[in-house]
């Protein structure tokens, strides 16, 4: 069966750090572009982070921009949470869509085909 599986949340207080691991299951990644989402609740999905098939090139939205980094090993993506903050309590899923190239596009407006169930992240004040 083709999944991802993400790992590594959980409770953390303000200026912690987490980090969250997305792993593919029944395919290789190695051909996807991976991007990390995020939904709050109450608030609509956005996407946070990204990473091209071969790392050359990453996205950050401007909220987690020098706190968070995202890279990715044979099989599996990594999003490293420095500083936290409360605003940053979601749930977080990790997607992969075919790289068809990246472009000057929107990564997140691609249309990611696998996703994972999602782990929550929560930051205590």
């Known amino acids: 069966q083709e999944q991802l599986v993400e790992s590594g949340g959980g409770l953390v207080q303000h200026g912690g750090s987490l980090r969250l691991s997305c792993q593919a299951s029944g395919f290789t990644l190695d051909y996807y572009i991976i991007g990390w989402f995020r939904q709050a609740p109450g608030k609509a999905r956005e996407g946070g982070s990204c990473?091209?098939?071969?790392?050359?090139k990453t996205y950050y939205i401007d909220s987690v921009k020098g706190r968070f980094t995202i890279c990715r090993t044979e099989n599996t993506v990594y999003l490293q949470m420095n500083s936290l903050k409360p605003e940053d309590t979601a749930v977080y899923y990790c997607?992969?869509?075919?790289?068809?190239?990246?472009?000057?596009?929107?990564?997140?407006?691609?249309?990611?085909?696998?996703w994972g169930q999602g782990t929550q992240v929560t930051v205590s004040s």
């Open positions: 997607a992969a869509v075919v790289s068809t190239g990246w472009g000057g596009l929107d990564p997140f407006s691609f249309k990611y085909k696998y």
């Open positions: 990473i091209s098939t071969s790392s050359d």
